[in-house]
């Protein structure tokens, strides 16, 4: 499945994929597609949850092990969901679902300092937490 860049998405709309045992939002708006893992090239001195780099449509991306940065399960990567800044290597996309996070819900502080500056909001979905994630907000050595 491969979810092509909307430049106007509706609002309220989220890609949501699965982390573990954890469910993982990102606004559609901000999803430019999903495809299967390509190749990674690791970096040296890079944190742990940066994977490196891959080649993804002519252009080096930096690749996100997102089960490590959120402390989820570590877990063979199914897929990337590619944003303008980033990929993140997640679990199996759950599909578009009509959520949006809840501001009154802020990410517990007990997050770690990395995955705090990623999470927006927390959340449940079908019984499981469901984390907001903004895209370009992970730096190495965070």
Avoid: H, W
């Avoid at 979810?3 to 509706?10: D, G, N, R, S, Y």
């Avoid at 982390?19 to 970096?43: K, M, S």
């Avoid at 991306?61 to 993140?88: H, K």
């Amino acid at each position: 499945m491969a979810i092509t860049a909307v430049t106007e998405a509706p609002p309220g709309l989220s890609l949501v994929f699965g982390v573990g045992d954890l469910l993982c939002a990102l606004a559609l708006r901000d999803v430019v597609e999903t495809i299967r893992p390509l190749p990674v090239q690791p970096l040296a001195g890079t944190s742990d949850f940066l994977l490196g780099v891959s080649v993804i449509r002519g252009v080096a991306v930096p690749v996100i092990d997102t089960a490590r940065l959120l402390g989820a399960r570590v877990e063979r990567p199914c897929r990337f969901v590619t944003t303008r800044t980033e990929a993140y290597a997640t679990g199996p996309v759950i599909g578009v679902l009509p959520v949006e996070p809840d501001p009154t819900r802020p990410p517990p502080p007990a997050l770690a300092a990395a995955a705090n500056r990623l999470v927006v909001a927390v959340g449940v979905l079908d019984s499981r937490p469901l984390l907001f994630l903004k895209t370009g907000q992970v730096r190495d050595g965070a």
